[in-house]
């Protein structure tokens, strides 16, 4: 069945000379994997620069239900990024988010509304001149949304400050599993879950807050997406934001 749709390219990796695996993420289809021949031609309707990490299409493919891997017919960029390969912060950003997306997203079927946040997000962000450095924390947050992980915020019964991570609600005892967050950390999860991107520049973090935030979302997707790691790429974001 011939299938049109709009995609982001979440990881590529080389086949042989000719060819790449691609996993992209459509709004048709959720996550597919394509086998992209990449011709040597500069008139070849398939490019390898389209498939950079992050990077927005416009795909056409004849879907085939039981193949593992499809095979694009053709393929464009309908908006071209000004800032986001290019500037190595925002570079940065884009390899943790790319990693982050092609780990949550494996089993995702269902690709609208899901994609136009994605899309949308990303092409605020290549606009974006200054203040951005709170955005992958607002990103991995708000994705959980339409994930159907959003945390349940709402207070206990005697207003304890244990936020169960693994069970993502307010707990007035302690859970055994120990993952947990206690205190004024605790306390700064809901004022943190609604920053957006027009708010985010007002958050202020320390030496280490941010990363802290990231490590545990790290941690809670891990407790909540199946086979979800620990991110190779976190390390190199702590250089550029800590």
Known sequence: MLTKSQAVVLRTIRYNDTSVVAVLFTEAEGTVSFMVRIPITQRAGVKNKLFQPLTLLDI????????????????????????????????????????????????????????DYISRSLQWFDLRSEA?????????????RFLGLWPNVDRAPGGSDCFD?????????????????????????????????????????GRG???????????????HVPGFPVLKSLAVLKEVFD
């Open 209 to 223: 807050e941010r990363q802290r935030v990231l490590d545990v979302a790290n941690l809670y997707y891990r407790l």
């Open 165 to 205: 991570m693994m069970n993502s609600c307010f707990t007035a005892v302690v859970p055994e599993h120990g993952h947990v967050l206690t205190g004024d950390e605790a306390a700064a999860l809901p004022r943190l879950l609604r920053m957006n991107y027009e708010t985010m520049h007002l958050f202020r973090f």
């Open 132 to 144: 951005y450095a709170n955005f992958h924390l607002v990103f991995v947050m708000h994705l959980s």
């Open 60 to 115: 056409e493919w004849d879907h085939q239900s039981k193949r593992s891997m499809q095979r694009i017919r053709n393929c464009r960029c309908p908006v071209p990024y000004s800032s986001l390969p290019y500037e190595p912060a925002k570079a940065t950003v884009a390899l943790f988010l790319s990693e982050f997306l092609y780990y949550a997203l494996r089993q995702e079927r269902n690709g609208e509304p899901l994609f």
